[in-house]
């Protein structure tokens, strides 16, 4: 069976974890990876691994399966799939829940028009956790769905923090409360606000003479992102921030809480504790990346979601290996 | 959208869930009972509900979308299955799982060659933990499977201490050894023996006048079924017995731990935890049941596991409506 070529569109932390997770998938290998920086100024992981100027992609359309886009939802992608989507087979991670509509649209219309499969909105939040959340509303129609994230980095909350004044680092981690937690698994069903939901943990470097009891205050109150939430701020070194919090760890729970019969609880959870966000996010990409692939080789074309997808097509294994050995 | 009508095969335990779940399902309902037993001798749940004699099955080929196929995986599955797939659509939960390869062999020939559709062992073991095994190993590659099951009833255990002598009743709890779970939760990625896994408690009702002491030899040293594990034997009196252990509880883990990059450990866990084994499996039985007309609707005939099943079939939503609420 021929290899599943893929074009890692992108180099920042999810293009690496991709490269990362093909090394991993024996029937799978990379095509090159795509930049818009100049191709010679890229170190990358793989020895003898090819890089390209992403204005040359339409050059490689004969070399690559699957183009996985590894942009960011705000302007990158909603851009480049649906172009990308004319030429190739494309898996994307847009996780910009509110657009995925627009989106979707989009992708189909260039993806049926060209003959090409596209997978969007892959990875985990969007991803695993909302095929969790169909299964869990499917199996269990009387119920009610939790999501919780954490703990774990939230980048757009750390890039928040050092956007305050006199902050010189900084790094926010999202914590499910405990309390809320164990009540969701113990069938209580409550109604949970913002508030008790989660926590924001903050963790900052200021620069030297700056107010702390300022930062603070301009960190707590900060609307959207920290006023509606209980919120720490730890002052620490530049030091101690980059020994211990330079990881990027996430995770989180989705429970479905659901009844039966005659007052039968029944708790469905599905959780994840990643120590890379983006290295598992990528992991998920290559996973329906495979699955793009032999969509499209079976003419299935068009805009996809991970809930269009079965699974048994994310598994290099054939489907008599997976009823013996994983059924 | 009409209904999908569901005629229910059998009714013992699994039969009765699947009444209970149809009414929870506004998209589905129950074409009729269908016994071995003589039909005017059972008493449904549902008012104004029909009860037939199996043997006229074939009467009702023209209202009924699906058979669920609520028998049992040791001697009427094998049978039943195969036969009733030449002529309905039909879901059953066969569940053991060395005979899988042969009985999806039987049905799908039954299944093309009479143009329906037949989706087997569904479930949650098989099934929905299945599912989970195939996604952890799809997503992360280089790791280790765990299934815990429990704390729950094991009915084959709990019959098998009812056959010792002096026993009058018995029911026996398979419960998951929390520090192996911690440890696998922890990334520590170890091996474990039948005995590490699993306790086997057992509440046994004796005889009057019965050996007690004879009674626990006989039970922890059976072979197979208790002398790999730690078995720990309580007796109590049949009130006890008919008053905290009447329920069916069950549930467990599916967990994948892997690694990607350098040294970064994921642990992905699915967890149930249910009230009524036999109702849940039933709700996800229903579930399937709606993709199994909906495959049938497209002519897509055979036999499928939840591994071939898209998971936006189980869904009574939209494609728009599932990406806009839960994607």
Same mark, same amino acid.
């Given at each position: 069976?021929?290899?599943?070529?893929?074009?890692?569109?992108?180099?920042?932390?999810?293009?690496?974890?991709?490269?990362?997770?093909?090394?991993?998938? =024996?029937?799978?290998?990379?095509?090159?990876?795509? $930049?818009?920086?100049?191709?010679?100024?890229?170190?990358?992981?793989?020895?003898?691994?090819?890089?390209?100027?992403?204005?040359d992609?339409?050059?490689?359309?004969e070399?690559?399966?699957?183009?996985?886009?590894?942009?960011?939802s705000?302007?990158?992608?909603p851009?480049?799939?649906?172009?990308?989507?004319?030429?190739?087979?494309?898996?994307?991670?847009?996780? $910009?829940? =509110?657009?995925?509509?627009?989106?979707?649209?989009?992708?189909?219309?260039?993806a049926?028009?060209?003959?090409?499969?596209?997978?969007?909105?892959?990875?985990?939040?969007?991803?695993?956790?909302s095929?969790?959340?169909?299964? &869990? #509303?499917?199996?269990?129609?009387?119920?009610?769905?939790?999501?919780?994230?954490?703990?774990?980095v939230?980048? &757009?909350?750390?890039?928040?923090?050092?956007?305050?004044?006199?902050?010189?680092?900084?790094?926010?981690y999202?914590?499910?409360?405990?309390s809320?937690?164990?009540?969701?698994? #113990?069938?209580?069903?409550?109604?949970?606000?913002?508030?008790?939901?989660?926590?924001?943990?903050?963790?900052?470097?200021?620069?030297?003479?700056?107010?702390?009891?300022?930062?603070?205050?301009?960190?707590?109150?900060?609307? #959207?992102?920290?006023?509606?939430?209980?919120?720490?701020?730890t002052?620490?070194?530049?030091?101690?921030?980059?020994?211990?919090?330079?990881?990027?760890?996430?995770?989180?729970?989705?429970?479905?809480?659901?009844?039966?019969?005659?007052?039968?609880?029944?708790?469905?959870?599905?959780?994840?504790?990643?120590?890379?966000?983006?290295e598992?996010?990528?992991?998920?990409?290559? =996973?329906?990346?495979? =699955?793009?692939?032999?969509?499209?080789?079976?003419?299935?074309?068009?805009?996809?979601?991970?809930?269009?997808?079965?699974?048994?097509?994310?598994?290099?294994q054939?489907?008599?290996?997976?009823?013996?050995h994983?059924?």
């Open positions: 069976m021929s290899k599943v070529r893929i074009g890692i569109i992108g180099y920042g932390n999810i293009g690496r974890g991709v490269e990362t997770a093909i090394k991993q998938n =024996a029937d799978c290998e990379m095509a090159g990876v795509f $930049t818009r920086r100049d191709p010679a100024s890229l170190s990358i992981l793989t020895e003898g691994g090819s890089v390209y100027s992403v204005d992609l339409a050059d490689h359309k070399d690559i399966d699957v183009c996985i886009i590894c942009g960011g705000a302007t990158d992608l851009k480049q799939t649906p172009e990308m989507a004319k030429m190739f087979n494309i898996v994307d991670s847009f996780d $910009t829940h =509110a657009k995925i509509p627009e989106h979707f649209a989009n992708v189909d219309a260039a049926k028009e060209s003959g090409h499969t596209g997978i969007i909105s892959v990875g985990w939040d969007p991803g695993m956790f095929l969790n959340r169909l299964y &869990g #509303n499917a199996i269990l129609p009387v119920g009610k769905d939790y999501t919780f994230w954490g703990r774990g939230s980048q &757009g909350h750390s890039d928040a923090i050092r956007r305050v004044e006199g902050v010189q680092d900084a790094r926010q999202t914590v499910p409360i405990e809320a937690v164990d009540a969701v698994r #113990n069938g209580e069903n409550p109604e949970l606000t913002t508030r008790e939901k989660h926590l924001r943990e903050c963790y900052v470097v200021a620069k030297e003479g700056a107010n702390l009891k300022q930062i603070e205050s301009d960190i707590v109150n900060m609307p #959207n992102y920290f006023d509606e939430y209980d919120t720490s701020v002052f620490i070194s530049q030091e101690e921030m980059d020994k211990n919090h330079s990881g990027i760890p996430h995770g989180g729970f989705v429970i479905r809480s659901g009844e039966t019969g005659n007052g039968n609880k029944h708790i469905i959870e599905y959780r994840l504790k990643l120590d890379s966000n983006p598992f996010t990528s992991c998920v990409l290559v =996973a329906y990346a495979r =699955a793009a692939k032999r969509l499209a080789d079976e003419g299935n074309f068009g805009c996809k979601t991970v809930f269009d997808i079965a699974p048994a097509y994310l598994s290099p054939s489907g008599d290996e997976l009823r013996a994983l059924l």
